[in-house]
Structure formats: structure tokens, C-alpha cells
């Protein structure tokens, strides 16, 4: 496992479960330069959502398995602190069953009007691994279709 992955996880386990320093710090600079808490805390959220896709894709191209399933898990954690989005009055919705990376990463997918059979070819995976990622995906998130799906997740703030 490279150093740089042995310190990741180091520093996770003496960080503690739920330790949002960084991510408060960062809050807090953005409310310095004048920045109100909604927009700082979509900010930063924002910048954790591109490290976790960043994570995932790196640990995609990796032939290390065990590297990629650091970075993978790395990337589940990073997508675990990040604060929910204020709906108002209505808190989201929590899924029973939260989604894995690569189910996240075909939901994106999902996002492109393109066939189950291209995003396969994009992944590099096979037409039935992404047919059983979007049923997950569907079943997680209670939707019957694609569309619908993309809603449910919006509304949950897994996309954008």
C-alpha cells in the first residue's frame, strides 16, 4: 500500500469518527471572506463531493486492488462527513440502505442520455454489472425509472 495511503488512514483513525475539522475550518474561512453559512456549507460540500468522485477514479485506474479499496473507502468516508443540505423545515430523507461508490458513480452516470450499455463501455465494466448497480441504485432511492431516480437523489443532494 503506498505512504500516502497508510497516512490517509492514519490519520482517519486518530481523527475520530465524524471529525469535521478541516471541513469546519474551511466553513469558517469562507464565512471570514464574507460568505453566509448556507453558501459556505454548499462550498464545502461542494469540494468533498469532487474529492470522493476524485478518489473513486483514481482507485479505478489502479491495478492494486487493495489501493483501490483504500481510495474507495477513503472516498465513502469523505462522502460521510459531508454536512446534509437544509431543505427548509423538512429534513431529508436518510436512506435505509446507503449507496456504495460505484453505485454513486453509475447514479452519475445516470445524469448522461446515455444507454446502460455505454456507460458500461465507460467504466470499463459489463452491461450486467451496470444493470445491477442502477437496480440497486432504483431500489435504494425507491424509484421505478431512471428519471425518477435522478429526482429522488437530487432531492437527497447525492447530485447536483
Known sequence: MPATLRTARRVRRTAGPGDGGRAAALR???RDLGQD???ADRAVTACLVWLADLLVEIGEGLDDQRSAAALVDEAAAVLASTPRPDRGARPPVALPEPL???ELTVLRALREEVSLRC??????VSHNT????ARAVY???GAHSRTEALHRARERGLIQ
Request: hydrophobic residues 40%; positive net charge; proline residues 0%.
Open 28 to 30: 469558517g474561512r469562507l
Open 37 to 39: 453559512a448556507g453558501t
Open 100 to 102: 456504495t461508490a460505484r
Open 119 to 124: 456507460i458500461a463501455e465507460d467504466l470499463f
Open 130 to 133: 451496470v444493470k445491477t448497480h
Open 139 to 141: 431500489r435504494k432511492l
